[in-house]
RNA sequence: GGACCAGUAGCUCAGCUGGAUAGAGCAACGCCCUUCUAAGGCGUGGGUCGGACGUUCGAAUCGUCUCUGGUUCACCA
């Protein structure tokens, strides 16, 4: 598509003393579009030139000459305001959307670079809580965008399968398996196990020392302890499941903790190998204190492994497995410290250098409740399950007032409930805590995904009753200047930026706000102006407008994990 | 105590790498369905951008200090 900026920034560059790129990173956007479409302020400048910003403008608008994409400069207070053709801008959305069609948007930006999103990584045994989910929903859309912008991906549910965790896991079913039959609810029965082994654990520091003995058995292969962990880890991925086909979440690798257990003795003759291990207190560390990031322990006193050291044997695997450009670590900022550390040891895997480079720690911020922090111990969790179903249940509640005679009822409630909630979970920056409320969750007004799903609805219910979509060479576009409509192709014209903008900060939420505000534009032209014509030639206009709204809400949606429905 | 993160309207949040009058949604109030789906649109009210100082032609945005909240700081993950 015509790069409007890079051709600003090249007619300004002709006559000043600056690198082009400086330039274009200079160009802004004005607040208001009656102040044109582009703006270039020359107060930088006048330091440089020695003359009143305003004098800078005017001489500048003297030497720019107009042509077929830029039809008009104007100065106003020190701004040089660019007004582009409007009927060009118009001409190349629409024809771009028309040639792409579902792959508008996208590039190949990625092409030839591999890129690890490490994403959902719930516990094995314990429920899957509205806090696995705001990091499922996350790391499912970067990953899909990624994908969408040619990377080669690779996504990875590293599964909490491992750990001191287990051991008590097993010392709990040793004790009470008889009064549990795992059958009707299995996650409640590990949890009702873990909750009981923890409070034994804290009366008694005995039985927390079979628990560590438990799990050293399992890294050495004791096939009860094995057997038993095996049992919870199936019954933990079969209910995981359940929440992954809802949520239409795939992974390319499910390589847990425990997939690393036998891969740790590379990792400690590495650092061995660099002088990097010390003995400390009975365990054996890196020593990062100079770097102001503690230390960070890779064998414990017992001599049994840490996640640390499965972190770094996971690097090393990857590296030479995927040969990954990026490796990203959706986790919450808890861990913050923790990636630090790990990143930094990992510097001596020798492993090649754009891998270290790559990895990355992609943080967000934690969901609690409005009375504190959730605990899998208090039993406090909102499981996924449970708010997904709820949320279903009230969007078909809301259909059968609405509209009752709608076909596939349920199904299309399904996408409208779960596209809710995953809405709420990207729209706004993925650091900032949350705090989970129901009526808020539920929310089908506003900036809310069943919006979006509204407006869409809403562009394929007007080409329904036209019967076609029109053919792109009966579109006048002159019939497409008006505000509305304006400000519609501008937005359409950004969404390739959007994506990469999400790539670059891993933001998905970038892209939950653009699809409001696509939303928002098309409601505003909706009830301005009348899409269903007398006249065939607006009305192919408008209807053709609707149709790459449509398109681009769809594509945009679907990269975030939000299903489209026919009719709401 | 050290480190990191956050603090914008009553609530939830936008505000791009400093730029032109600080924007949405929810909640409140008032309008708009004999016209394409009112899960919608329009309007009104509501702000010392936590505070102070500084850098700059210009600061919600950058720097320093400070207050508040959160996270984390060795054998859990």
């Known amino acids: 598509m015509i790069d409007f900026k890079k051709i600003i920034g090249e007619k300004i560059a002709k006559n000043v003393q600056l690198d082009l790129s400086e330039i274009v990173s200079y ?7 009656e102040m044109g479409d582009y703006a270039f302020p020359c107060f930088k400048l006048a330091k440089i030139l020695k ?35 409007k009927l060009l801008l118009t001409k190349t959305v629409l024809t771009e959307i028309e040639n792409s069609k579902d792959t508008y948007g996208s590039n190949k930006s990625g092409n030839g670079k591999n890129v690890i999103v490490e994403y959902s990584s719930p516990n094995i045994a314990k429920p899957f809580h509205i806090g696995h989910l705001r990091n499922t929903v996350i790391g499912a859309a970067l990953y899909k965008i990624y994908k969408y912008l040619g990377y080669n991906t690779i996504g990875i549910n590293h599964l909490g399968d491992y750990g001191t965790q287990f051991g008590k896991m097993i010392e709990g079913y040793k004790r009470w398996a008889q009064e549990y039959d795992f059958k009707k ?33 399992i890294e050495e292969g004791d096939p009860y302890c094995v057997e038993v962990w095996n049992k919870f880890k199936d019954l933990s991925l079969k209910e995981f499941q359940k929440i992954y086909d809802l949520l239409g979440v795939k992974f390319d690798s499910l390589n847990g903790e425990a997939f690393y257990s036998d891969k740790m003795d590379e990792v400690v003759d590495k650092l061995e190998k660099h002088g990097a291990l010390k003995d400390s207190e009975g365990a054996k560390i890196v020593d990062l204190e100079d ?7 890779i064998k414990k006193s ?58 990355q720690h992609v943080a967000y911020g934690m969901v609690r409740l409005t009375t504190g922090r959730m605990s899998t111990r208090e039993g406090t969790v909102v499981k996924v399950d449970e708010l997904l179903q709820e949320s279903i249940d009230r969007v078909e509640k809301i259909i059968e007032e609405k509209n009752p005679d709608m076909q596939n009822k349920k199904e299309e409630a399904k996408k409208i409930g779960i596209g809710a909630v995953i809405f709420n979970n990207l729209c706004s920056t993925i650091i900032k805590d949350q705090v989970f409320d129901w009526n808020t969750v539920l929310n089908f007004n506003g900036e809310t ?46 969404f390739e930026n959007i994506l990469m903008s999400v790539v670059e900060k891993n933001e998905p939420s970038l892209l939950a706000r653009y699809l409001i505000e ?41 990269l975030l994990g939000i299903e489209m429905p026919d009719k709401m």
């Open 51 to 85: 003359k009143s910003p305003q004098m800078i403008a005017e001489e500048l608008k003297g030497k720019i000459e107009l042509d077929e994409n830029i039809e008009e400069i104007k100065v106003v207070s020190g701004y040089l305001n660019f007004y582009i053709n």
């Open 27 to 33: 160009i802004e956007i004005p607040p208001n579009p």
């Open 291 to 297: 770097k102001g990031l503690g230390v960070c322990i």
């Open 449 to 494: 995904g069943p919006y979006i799903q509204y407006v869409y609805v809403r562009t394929k219910s007007v080409i329904e009753k036209v019967g076609n979509i029109p053919d792109i060479n009966d579109v006048n576009i002159e019939l497409l200047q008006d505000k509305e409509s304006q400000k519609i192709i501008s937005i359409l014209y950004n």
């Open 302 to 359: 017992n001599g049994s492994t840490i996640y640390a050291t499965r972190d770094l044997a996971a690097i090393l695997y990857r590296s030479r497995t995927y040969d990954f450009d990026k490796c990203l670590y959706v986790v919450a900022y808890e861990q913050n410290l923790h990636f630090k550390q790990v990143f930094e040891v990992a510097k001596y895997l020798d492993i090649p250098e754009k891998c270290l480079k790559g990895l």
């Open 185 to 217: 609810d299995p996650i409640s029965d590990c949890m009702d196990i873990y909750v009981r082994i923890n409070n034994l654990c804290k009366e008694d520091e005995n039985v927390l020392n079979a628990c560590r003995e438990n799990f050293k058995k």
């Open 518 to 558: 696509l939303s928002q534009s098309y409601s505003n032209f909706y009830n301005e102006n009348k899409i269903i014509d007398k006249d065939r030639k607006i009305q192919d206009a408008r209807v053709y407008l609707s149709w790459a709204v449509g398109k681009v809400l769809k594509i945009g949606s679907g």
